[in-house]
Every structure is written in C-alpha cells, then in structure tokens.
C-alpha cells in the first residue's frame, strides 16, 4: 500500500478520457467555446490501461471515467473492456451527463462497466437547458431508465445546487429518486477551475440541504462509504432509498481523501483543486520500463500534502478566502 504525506492511501483514479464535452454547464463550462487538448497529446486507451495496471499495483482498486463528457470519446467500450479486465480493480464507474447514454449503454455493460453516476441538477426541462446551455432533459432521463433496464447498479444521480439556480429543486429530486429506485447526491456548488465566478453567496450548504430533505423525509445517518468516500450518506427511514451530500466546502474531508487524477492528456492531479500535474504522458512516450513509471508515480504521491478544501474553509471562515487568489486546473480537464 502507498501512503502520502498525511498517511493516506491511494485507493481511487478518476480518470479523464477527453476534456470535450456535448454541455456547458454553467457551474463548470460556463463558457461556449473552448481551446480543446489537441487529439494526438490525449492518452491512447492502451496507454489509460497501462497507466491503471501500475496504479493497481500501488493500491487502487476503484476506476471512475470521467471528461469532459466521456461519452463523446469514440470506442469509449473498448476502454472499458480493458480496464474490467485488470485483475484487483473491485469497483468501474462512469460519470456522464447522460445525453449519449441510450445508445451506447448496453455496449458499456457488456464491455465490464459495473455502475453509472448521472448528472441531472433539476428536472425542469426549461431550466435544465439553461443550466447546461445546451442539454436536453428528455435524452438524459431516456438514458437514465435505458441503464436501469439493462441492470446498471446502483444508479446515483449527482445534482450541484447553486443558490438562485436550482435550490428549490431540491425536493423534486429527491421524490423523483425515491420512486425510481435511484439513489441522490447532491453537492456544494465549489469553486473548481478558474471560470465559474464561484462566489460563497450561491453556496447552499449540506446542513441547509439536509434540513430541506429532513422536513418533508424523515432520515437516518449511513456515514461515509468505505470511511472515506466524498459523500455522507443516510437512509429514509421508511426504507425507501438513500441520499449522499458531497460538502467540500462547508464539511471538507481532506484527511480521508485516497483519490487520484489522471487528465486526458495525461497529468497525474493529486487534489480535484490542484493548479499542477505531473506529466506521465512524456514519460510514458519516452518508452520507459514499467518500473520507472512506477516509481514516478510513487514518488509524486509520497510527497503528496494537500488539503486545500480545509484551508480554504479556515480562510472562509476567517473572512481572508478569494478565489482568484489561486489559479486551479479547469474541471474540463480534471473530471469530476
């Protein structure tokens, strides 16, 4: 087992397989267009697999797909297939907006894929086409029923509230979990990246979350999954299902994070608000031996100290936090 600075193991990879992306979420892409990774500097999916063989060596045993949207990446089963066949991987997911879904989900379950995570941050089709600038809430729930019937589980759908957008949503979401056998993680809306205006003012926090759901659901505390996972989870009571939230910003779990990030063009990220990665794919085209990437990648994490998440809660709380004051690696290119 591999131990960074603060005595915490590597146990998860999100890995980025493009930083495209069919939306512009406003809370991540508020931009329209782009300057895209140039296509020949993307990971090959023989080298995403040779990349994830060694970090299952060091003591990952969770793969997460992310983008962008990583549905948009052609072939995105044929990847899939490579990883579920890597023997110590105990948990694939996907992350995807949902948009593709319905075409390609039974490729995905067929190639390995065990579970989906799915983003649906309200279920009014007018507003989700202005948070997303350019979904259409229609195709993302078809794909989400289309996983469902092909026996993808557990489905959770991730909805990020932000204050004046979405917060009255809430409760529809859960409803709509509940009676669809979902389970529903909602998450603080973070400063991620350099471009969404992140401002603490359109923070809805996990406790004001919590207390929307409570007063209609009663709730039971599950805790953290694993102790270690992002969300905290409880129950209703009446046995109906589940909700997570993620507070990163209000509830930070730095001490227990065991993730790791490979960006599309091959960047190894140690937090998801981190300004720099360390370049595997120069090493991994320099043909080096396996042992050499091992020990790179090794090295990086051992050294890891990050905790930015409670530093910037002191910094909230000391009325000294600005934003701007850090310049971080956009979530297009980090993934979830």
């Not at 063989?53 to 060091?58: D, G």
């Not at 599309?264 to 396996?290: I, M, Q, Y």
């Not at 042992?291 to 890891?304: D, Q, T």
Request: net charge neutral; with cysteine.
């Amino acid at each position: 087992m591999l131990w960074d600075a603060y005595n915490r193991p590597i146990k998860d990879l999100r890995i980025s397989v493009t930083d495209r992306c069919n939306f512009r979420c406003i809370y991540c892409m508020p931009h329209d267009e782009y300057e895209w990774i140039d296509k020949k500097e993307i990971l090959t999916f023989e080298e995403i697999t040779r990349l994830a063989k060694l970090f299952v060596q060091l003591g990952v045993n969770k793969i997460r797909l992310t983008g962008g949207e990583p549905l948009v990446r052609r072939n995105l089963e044929l990847l899939i297939a490579q990883l579920s066949s890597i023997e110590g991987i105990k948990d694939l997911c996907l992350t995807t907006n949902g948009a593709l879904l319905a075409d390609k989900v039974e490729a995905l379950k067929t190639a390995g894929l065990k579970r989906i995570n799915v983003s649906i941050d309200t279920l009014s089709p007018e507003k989700f086409r202005q948070i997303t600038k350019r979904g259409d809430l229609t195709k993302v729930l078809e794909g989400l029923f289309a996983a469902k019937s092909r026996g993808l589980h557990p489905i959770k759908i991730n909805a990020v509230i932000e204050r004046g957008v979405n917060d009255d949503d809430i409760l529809d979401l859960v409803e709509f979990s509940r009676e669809n056998g979902f389970s529903m993680r909602f998450i603080e809306y973070m400063d991620v990246g350099n471009t969404n205006s992140w401002t603490s003012e359109k923070l809805v926090s996990k406790k004001e979350i919590l207390e929307r759901i409570s007063a209609r659901f009663a709730l039971r505390e599950v805790g953290r999954e694993n102790g270690s996972a992002p969300s905290v989870d409880y129950e209703f009571t009446d046995g109906r299902g589940e909700v997570g939230i993620v507070a990163s910003v209000t509830e930070p779990f730095c001490s227990a994070c065991n993730r790791a990030r490979l960006t599309a063009d091959g960047k190894l990220v140690t937090c998801l608000f981190s300004s720099v990665g360390h370049d595997l794919k120069a090493l991994l085209r320099g043909e080096p031996r396996d042992e050499e990437i091992f020990e790179f990648i090794a090295g990086v994490w051992k050294k890891r100290q990050d905790r930015y998440s409670a530093e910037r809660l002191e910094a909230l709380q000391s009325s000294s936090y600005d934003p701007k004051n850090r310049k971080k690696i956009e979530m297009i290119t980090l993934g979830g």
